[in-house]
């Protein structure tokens, strides 16, 4: 690491802890040619994610679109804004383990339906009625039977 103040690449770590999100590590630094103290952050570099929409138009990931859905599907529900947001970074990382660079959205939408489907039956049904376009009553009743079992 080169020192910001004299340019020198001898640079030393003389503390580190997790930063405040704990998502990074901060780190003090101090130089051995000019003995100034310096910090510096160290995070995970994550690969951009691509999600391949329905008409095949790509577009980076959004949490937030997610973050969206799922609230939409727990509104008026007996369910916690933690346990939402719980249930959103369930979903999160199963799409990054997925280590995909590119992600259909119906794949994301499938997780979000089988994470829903244990948090809540009813903000299940009510994201599948949205994310499968129910066309009519039937196949609405179709798949509320398929939960009943």
């Given at each position: 690491?080169?020192?910001?103040?004299?340019?020198?690449?001898?640079?030393?770590?003389?503390?580190?802890?997790?930063?405040?999100?704990?998502?990074?590590?901060?780190?003090?630094?101090?130089?051995?040619?000019?003995?100034?103290?310096?910090?510096?952050?160290e995070k995970v570099e994550s690969i951009?994610?691509?999600?391949?929409?329905?008409?095949?138009?790509?577009?980076?990931?959004?949490?937030?679109?997610?973050?969206?859905?799922?609230?939409?599907?727990?509104?008026?529900?007996?369910?916690?804004?933690?346990?939402?947001?719980?249930?959103?970074?369930?979903?999160?990382?199963?799409?990054?383990?997925?280590?995909?660079?590119?992600?259909?959205?119906?794949?994301?939408?499938?997780?979000?339906?089988?994470?829903?489907?244990?948090?809540?039956?009813?903000?299940?049904?009510?994201?599948?009625?949205?994310?499968?376009?129910?066309?009519?009553?039937?196949?609405?009743?179709?798949?509320?039977?398929?939960?009943?079992?």
């Open positions: 690491m080169k020192c910001p103040f004299c340019g020198e690449d001898s640079t030393r770590v003389i503390d580190s802890r997790p930063a405040d999100d704990n998502s990074s590590i901060r780190r003090r630094r101090e130089c051995d040619d000019c003995g100034k103290r310096f910090t510096t952050y951009p994610l691509i999600v391949i929409k329905k008409d095949k138009i790509r577009e980076a990931y959004n949490r937030s679109k997610i973050e969206s859905g799922v609230f939409k599907s727990c509104h008026k529900r007996p369910i916690s804004v933690d346990e939402i947001e719980r249930c959103v970074d369930r979903i999160e990382t199963k799409v990054f383990n997925l280590e995909e660079k590119e992600v259909e959205s119906t794949v994301i939408g499938e997780i979000v339906m089988d994470e829903l489907k244990t948090l809540d039956e009813v903000a299940y049904v009510r994201f599948a009625s949205v994310y499968r376009e129910f066309k009519d009553v039937n196949i609405f009743m179709d798949e509320l039977k398929k939960l009943l079992k």
